[in-house]
């Protein structure tokens, strides 16, 4: 059974939206794929066992702080091995990462 998982909207990290001119580039998600999400502002990292209708299946192998990079076993209801449902209207692109150095300037 799947844990419900309200996913934040991507925003412009959404994966829909930066295959939107070049649909043919989007690939259909397949067993083992590695997918992100973001729920509660935290980056969910999902690995894929079936896709199904725009849905993918999968396992939640990371969670993520988008903040610091910190690894997490869990956050707000969701912990590492729950099987979730990741739309993909709800998939995201991996942010970039920060570089505190280039802050300071």
């Known amino acids: ?3 419900h998982v309200e996913w934040d909207d991507p925003g412009r990290d959404s994966v ?3 295959y939107a001119s070049h649909p043919e580039q989007l690939v259909e ?3 083992g794929d590695i997918l992100s ?3 509660q502002g935290t980056i969910v990292r999902v690995k894929v066992e079936a896709w199904v209708d725009g849905t993918s299946i999968g396992e939640v192998a990371a969670l993520i702080a988008a903040d610091n990079g910190r690894r997490m076993k869990s956050h707000g209801k969701l912990a ?3 099987t979730v449902r990741l739309p993909d209207a709800c998939r995201a692109l991996e942010p970039e990462p ?4 280039e802050d300071q300037e």
Not at 98 to 101: D, F, G, I, N, T
């Open 80 to 82: 590492l091995g729950d």
């Open 37 to 39: 999400g973001r729920y």
């Open 98 to 101: 920060s570089h505190p150095e």
């Open 16 to 18: 829909l939206a930066h």
């Open 29 to 31: 998600p397949r067993p």
């Open 1 to 3: 059974m799947h844990k």
